[in-house]
T-cell receptor
Framework: SQTIHQWPATLVQPVGSPLSLECTVE??????LYWYRQAAGRGLQLLFY??????ISSEVPQNLSASRPQDRQFILSSKKLLLSDSGFYLC?????????????FGPGTRLTVT | AQKITQTQPGMFVQEKEAVTLDCTYD???????LFWYKQPSSGEMIFLIY??????QNATEGRYSLNFQKARKSANLVISASQLGDSAMYFC???????????FGAGTTVTVRA
């Protein structure tokens, strides 16, 4: 069966510090990968998605970036965090591009920028 | 443009009763998929049910059913025989054939009372 991991689970970082969040998927190959952010009590906002190694599409211009160095690894980064980067970050994967493919989410990372 | 609308920010339901969560959507693509996710307080997004735009019958998954009214562009989730463990936030989401991402509604918080 497929599983998706995210770490760390929680993170408190000062403004201006760097960020690296990691997501890995097991039990599948060539997944579509997604990074979402959720503000408190709100819906999910797509940040990045990737359909293959080295292929990253950005949905929202910001100080965040994403990379996919391996087939089942997706990394979210920032060189300098802003207060507005605080939120709940969720990684997700889907099996392909069909509209019927649901996305499966990881446990998430709660980021607080102080 | 907002594609998914959930107008109920919060709902209370008595244990063992049914509850309907409203969702309307907007798309000009004839091919699309509709999804419902549950987010308990732990934060993880749990996939519940899927409805395709060409599906002739309403989707059902255990105690979850989807009341799909295509002409009205609505995809309401019905939870039957509510349990205390159903207390969570519920999100409606949509993906059309031109998009990789899921567009999420703002969510509805359901609280089940004993």
């Amino acid at each position: 069966s497929q599983t998706i991991h995210q770490w760390p689970a929680t993170l408190v970082q000062p403004v201006g510090s760097p960020l690296s969040l990691e997501c890995t998927v097991e039990g599948t190959s060539n997944p579509n990968l997604y990074w979402y952010r959720q503000a408190a009590g709100r819906g999910l906002q797509l940040l990045f998605y990737s359909v293959g190694i080295g292929q990253i599409s950005s949905e929202v211009p910001q100080n965040l970036s994403a990379s996919r160095p391996q087939d089942r690894q997706f990394i979210l980064s920032s060189k300098k965090l802003l207060l507005s980067d605080s939120g709940f970050y969720l990684c997700a994967w889907s099996a392909g591009q069909s509209i019927s493919y649901e996305q499966y989410f990881g446990p998430g990372t709660r980021l607080t920028v102080t | 443009a907002q594609k998914i609308t959930q107008t109920q920010p919060g709902m209370f339901v008595q244990e063992k009763e049914a509850v309907t969560l409203d969702c309307t959507y907007d798309t000009s693509d004839p091919s699309y998929g509709l999804f419902w996710y549950k987010q308990p307080s732990s934060g993880e997004m749990i996939f519940l049910i899927y409805q395709g735009s060409y599906d002739q019958q309403n989707a059902t998954e255990g105690r979850y059913s989807l009341n799909f009214q295509k002409a009205r562009k609505s995809a309401n989730l019905v939870i039957s025989a509510s349990q205390l463990g159903d207390s969570a936030m519920y999100f409606c989401a949509m993906r059309d054939s031109n998009d990789y991402k899921l567009s999420f509604g703002a969510g509805t918080t359901v609280t089940v009372r004993a």
